[in-house]
């Protein structure tokens, strides 16, 4: 990441977090996804599996370049070897795909002012990324500001959101 330095602040490259969550809970599938992320520069800080939503995530962290490869290759991986006809239907927590979402975020306390920059680079990773899948062959659903649209509104469209019935998605705690 090329930019200015605020005063304060360093002229290090950005460190990101890329969270991937994957629908299923199958430990294998699950390890498999991790080792695939697996890339020089890149951290796995965390690997998140309840087998009640029938969902995972793993949490990576590193700079730009090598932080988009390793969610790449993770996603991938998680694609080819998760069969949603496998996994419990309806599920029980909304889903778009084998990957549900991956999401990039800045590691940092700082307001959003003065993320403004990592930011537009984690949207900028998003569509690059969305771009990269895209072009392999799986279905991509992108969302956020640059799309003018919300996870909630881009996930209303999609044949979860179309075939369970209202009452099956709203918790016992919620009106």
Do not use: W
């Not at 390890?31 to 796995?44: E, I, M, N």
């Not at 940092?108 to 990324?129: F, G, I, K, W």
Request: charged share 20%; glycine share 6%.
């Amino acid at each position: 990441v090329n930019r200015s330095a605020a005063p304060g602040r360093s002229m290090a490259p950005a460190r990101l977090c890329a969270a991937v969550y994957l629908s299923t809970a199958v430990r294998e599938t699950v390890a498999a996804a991790a080792r695939a992320a697996a890339f020089p520069a890149v951290s796995l800080v965390d690997v998140f599996t309840d087998d009640t939503y029938a969902r995972s995530s793993l949490k990576l962290v590193g700079e730009t370049g090598p932080l988009l490869q390793a969610a790449r290759l993770a996603a991938l991986e998680a694609v080819r070897l998760i069969d949603l006809q496998n996994e419990p239907h309806p599920a029980p927590h909304p889903r778009c795909g084998a990957v549900d979402m991956v999401a990039f975020m800045p590691l940092s306390e700082a307001s959003a002012t003065d993320l403004a920059p990592e930011l537009r680079t984690c949207e900028d990773l998003a569509t690059q990324l969305g771009v990269s899948l895209g072009d392999a062959g799986c279905s991509v659903l992108l969302y956020g500001p640059q799309r003018g649209r919300t996870l909630l509104e881009a996930r209303r469209h999609t044949s979860f959101f179309k075939s369970v019935p209202l009452m099956h998605l709203r918790m016992p705690c919620c009106p």
